[in-house]
C-alpha cells in the first residue's frame, strides 16, 4: 500500500513537471481561451431570440471552438516550441464532428429526461443520476477524442467508460482535491451535482463549462480562505484562464500517463527505479 501511494505521487509529479514546461510554451492559446469566450458570448446573445435555428447555430460554433481548443492542447502536450497564432488558425476544423458526434449522441436521452421531468415526480432525480453518471463515465472523453485513435463516437464512448474503471482512482483524486472547498461548503453537494449536471450535459464539450469548472474552484477556495464574493470578481477575471489551460494540460498530461498502463504495471516501475 506505501509502494502504490508512493507510485501515485510520483505520477502526479511527473504530470505537474509536464504540465508546467508545456504551460510555459502555450501563453497563445491561454489568450485564445479568452478569444473564444468572448466569441461565444456574442454568438449566443445573438442566437438567443432565434429560435431551433439559433441553438443550432451555438452548438455548431461551440463545437468548432472546443475542436480548436483540443487541437492546441494536442499541440502543447507533444510539442517542443511554442505555440504560434498560426497554430490557432491552422486549428480551426480540427475534431469538430468528433464534438458534434459526442453532443449529438447525448442529446437525445438528455431531451427525453428533461421532458420526463416535467411529468414525472422523480424526473429531477433521474436526470441529476442520469448526468452524474455521463459527467463519471465520459469524463475523459475529451482527451479521448485527440489522444485515441477511435473510428466512431461510440469508441469515444467505449474508449472514456474502460479508462475510468481502470483508472477512476488517480484520474478523480486531483478533481476531489481541486472542488474540496466547494464540496465542504453549506450547499457543498448541491454545488457538486449542478457542476457535474452542467458538464455532464456535453461530456467535457461545452466551452463554457471548460471555463466553469475552474471558476468554480477558484471560487471555492477564495471562500474558504474567507474572501466574500464581493471582493472575488477581479480576481476570478485574472485567475480563470490560466488555471482553464493548467486544468487542460493536467488532465492532457495524466491521461496520456495513464492510458495504455496498470496500476499494477505503474507499481513495478515505480519499485524498481528506487531499488536503482
Known sequence: MVNLVSATFQLYRHVLYATGRSFVRSWVTMVALIAFAVLLLGTSRIAAPLGIVGGLML??????LV???????????GGTRSIRLTDVTESFGHYFWDVIGVGFVLWLPTMLLDMGMQANPYGQFLLSAFLLLVFILLNPA?????QVRH????????????????????????????????????????????????????AGLDFFQILMLPLTAIGGWLSYVGLDSDGQGIILVLLTPPMAMAILLF?????????????????FSHQFDTRQ
Open 67 to 77: 475542436g480548436v481548443t483540443l487541437r492546441l492542447i494536442e499541440l502543447s502536450l
Open 151 to 202: 473510428d466512431s463516437t461510440l469508441n469515444v464512448f467505449k474508449t472514456s467508460y474502460e479508462f475510468v474503471l481502470e483508472h477512476w482512482v488517480e484520474w478523480f483524486l486531483p478533481f476531489a482535491l481541486l472542488i474540496l472547498p466547494v464540496v465542504l461548503s453549506p450547499s457543498g453537494l448541491q454545488e457538486f451535482f449542478t457542476l457535474s449536471g452542467r458538464v455532464g450535459r456535453g
Open 142 to 146: 475529451p482527451e479521448v477524442i485527440y
Open 251 to 267: 488532465r492532457g498530461h495524466l491521461f496520456a500517463s495513464l492510458h495504455g498502463s496498470s496500476r499494477r504495471q505503474r507499481l
Open 59 to 64: 452548438g455548431i460554433a461551440n463545437a468548432l
